[in-house]
């Protein structure tokens, strides 16, 4: 894309009204979006720009006593290239993506002039009225540099004003320039040096070098890097002490975010289970006291339980992105990553999905250009989440019984089998479908700072809610729709439940001994109930798809209802065998589950079968949440069809050739 100059209509010169828009423009890592928050507080939401899945944040903040519009436009280093935060950006100042702005603020990094100078360059060009905002200069004066503001407005021919957003320091005569240059206040005393129309690049940059050696002067203006920076650098983009230095960031991340996660975690669910109990102590057994408590409440709970993971996992990244560690940590793995078509900045995307897949979805946004956004997003699901972690005990105990050793090293296997599937499914969509290699990566590495902790409370806020409003609703709804299937139709109880609940009431027997009697009553009902249900009936009808792989109807059961999520496939085979619905994996389950018949008496999880069952839940997509996350971050439903389609495919088929490669070697 070239910029071109455009002929806007003249800017409104008015009092400050609820009609004025003030949009801010920068590069990645200016702080633009600290300011954003400094202006607007909390008084601020994320939404969509029009058609696309880019995001904008809109605010509003008091201006000459009028409650004024602020848009956060996204971060972009110029305006020519074709990525889609540069065309958002260029629609807005052309007026083709939105209503034009009154006022531009661009926000510059006072440590980093040249480069940010030639965005103010071809910003001038459209010619909207302009305030710039020297960003950062705290950090400037500290590695020596002296700026003179004054000389730097009277060449660009714009209000220049020294901020420190983090701090606030300097907003309120930004506000005051803000103003002024709305209500057509007193403009510079010289016009300004401007750039020729639809100058290049190079004439930008030596036009911005010639305004910073006016304006600037110290160690960093005459082209000399900070020694103590430049040591950090060396260690953080280092091929070997890079690599081990964001490994251990990432397990220090990781390891905090499980730890401070755990507490409110605990404290949702037993939130919802106390009110599970406090629905059923006032509402009659029946089909509503079930839906409320096990469809709805439930329901919830299984949305809601995600959002201190998320919430938490947003604030560490806005954290580390603020501080400018995590723009070397991608240049680091790029190296990598890119051979698979992957950008270096999908590796925390990744690595977050091995906690949990929506989180790593949600956090793709850091990643600038669409297709490598996209690759990231199909294959992150192949990562194992922790859901993962009961299926993978359960059939690696089945597997291994009595050896722990080989039972580790197949729960590591699992791990690497899933990132093995995606990086190779990363190659095979770079070469289809997105066709095409990763964007090389071109970065500028920002500056060292300290993060804002108001900008990470509100990343994490937003995120939360967004998580909420948009997931949340359909991930309800499916834990609605999977307690019908699997509660309907109501099975009258067969005679050897009835016989033990008659036992059970005889007069004479002992409290323990009915209890254990009702007991053992329930959990036969429970699995009548389940063979019974549209999902019990569902799995005989698709048996015969899953016949190749060794799984007969009840497997099959299993399978289906993990779709829901991954962990309910333990608490179905604990209650087809008769234990109960618990989830956890205990040795009594594992007996229990391995002594599994099929109809005609043989063992449902045999070598082979068990095998097979592991890899198909290392790469099967079973997980609708994700699917739901898949759609609503890539803007369109096929994509979630596609990631559903390719690895249930690729599951299908690997599961298969292990099931029948070990019968073919005498393994049954």
């Not at 590695?143 to 003179?148: E, I, P």
């Not at 320091?169 to 750039?195: N, V």
């Not at 605990?266 to 009110?275: S, V, W």
């Not at 770079?430 to 990343?459: C, D, W």
Request: proline share 6%; aromatic share 8%; net charge positive.
């Amino acid at each position: 894309m070239t910029a071109v100059p455009v002929s806007a209509p003249p800017a409104r010169r008015a009092a400050v009204g609820a009609g004025t828009r003030i949009a801010l423009l920068g590069n990645p890592n200016t702080g633009k979006t600290t300011l954003f928050n400094a202006l607007c507080s909390a008084r601020a939401k994320t939404s969509n720009f029009p058609g696309t899945t880019t995001e904008m944040r809109t605010g509003h903040c008091e201006l000459a006593g009028q409650r004024v519009q602020v848009i956060d436009l996204p971060g972009v280093y110029d305006l020519r290239h074709a990525s889609p935060e540069t065309r958002i950006t260029h629609g807005v100042f052309t007026g083709a993506r939105a209503e034009l702005p009154d006022v531009v603020v661009v926000i510059v990094d006072a440590c980093n002039l040249t480069r940010n100078l030639v965005l103010v360059g071809e910003l001038l060009s459209y010619g909207r009225p302009t305030v710039v905002a020297l960003n950062m200069v705290d950090l400037a004066r500290r590695r020596g540099l002296s700026l003179n503001v004054g000389a730097m407005s009277k060449r660009l021919g714009i209000p220049v004003v020294e901020t420190v957003a983090r701090t606030g320091e300097g907003l309120e005569a930004l506000r005051a320039a803000i103003t002024g240059a709305l209500t057509g206040g007193e403009p510079p005393a010289h016009p300004g040096d401007l750039p020729p129309a639809g100058a290049t690049t190079e004439t930008l940059t030596v036009w911005a070098d010639s305004i910073v050696a006016e304006s600037a002067s110290g160690p960093v203006a005459g082209g000399h890097v900070d020694s103590f920076t430049e040591r950090l650098d060396r260690a953080f983009t280092h091929p070997v002490l890079g690599v081990l230095s964001f490994a251990a960031v990432m397990a220090l991340l990781f390891w905090t975010l499980f730890t401070l996660a755990t507490l409110p975690m605990d404290l949702i669910e037993a939130t919802f289970a106390g009110l599970g109990s406090l629905v059923r102590g006032y509402v009659s057994p029946g089909p509503l006291r079930d839906l409320v408590t096990d469809g709805i409440v439930g329901g919830i709970a299984g949305s809601v339980v995600f959002l201190p993971q998320i919430c938490l996992l947003f604030f560490f990244i806005s954290l580390l992105e603020d501080t400018g560690y995590l723009a070397r940590a991608a240049f680091v793995m790029d190296r990598l990553l890119y051979r698979f078509g992957l950008p270096g900045h999908a590796f925390v995307p990744l690595l977050t999905s091995h906690a949990c897949a929506l989180p790593g979805i949600m956090s793709t946004r850091l990643i600038p250009d669409r297709r490598d956004r996209l690759a990231t997003i199909l294959v992150a699901p192949f990562m194992s989440c922790s859901a993962r972690l009961p299926v993978y005990v359960l059939l690696t105990s089945l597997i291994f019984a009595g050896r722990p050793a080989l039972a580790a090293l197949a729960f590591v296997g699992c791990y690497l089998l899933g990132a093995t599937a995606a990086m190779f499914s990363a190659v095979l969509f770079g070469r289809t479908i997105l066709k095409g290699r990763a964007r090389p990566m071109v970065l500028e590495l920002p500056t060292y700072k300290l993060p804002s902790f108001t900008n990470a409370l509100i990343t994490a806020k937003d995120q939360g809610l967004r998580f909420l409003s948009t997931a949340g609703t359909v991930i309800i709804a499916i834990c609605i729709v999977m307690w019908w299937l699997s509660a309907y139709p109501k099975v009258q109880p067969t005679p050897e439940v009835m016989t033990l609940r008659t036992q059970a009431a005889t007069a004479g027997v002992s409290p323990a001994s009915a209890q254990v009697l009702e007991a053992r009553a329930d959990r036969l009902q429970q699995r009548a109930e389940q063979q019974g249900s549209f999902s019990g009936q569902l799995g005989r009808i698709v048996e015969p798809v899953f016949r190749p792989l060794g799984f007969d109807s009840q497997l099959t059961v299993g399978v289906l209802t993990s779709f829901l999520a991954r962990e309910v496939f333990v608490s179905t085979m604990s209650v087809l065998v008769g234990g109960g619905g618990s989830s956890d994996v205990d040795e009594g389950v594992v007996a229990r589950i391995r002594t599994m018949t099929r109809s005609d008496g043989t063992l449902v999880f045999t070598p082979a079968t068990s095998a097979a069952a592991l890899v198909f839940f290392v790469l099967a997509m079973q997980c609708l949440p994700t699917l739901t996350v898949t759609r609503r971050e890539t803007g369109h439903i096929k994509y979630a069809f596609l990631q559903f389609g390719y690895m249930s495919t690729v599951a299908y088929v690997a599961a298969l050739l292990v099931h029948q490669g070990l019968l073919a070697v005498g393994v049954s």
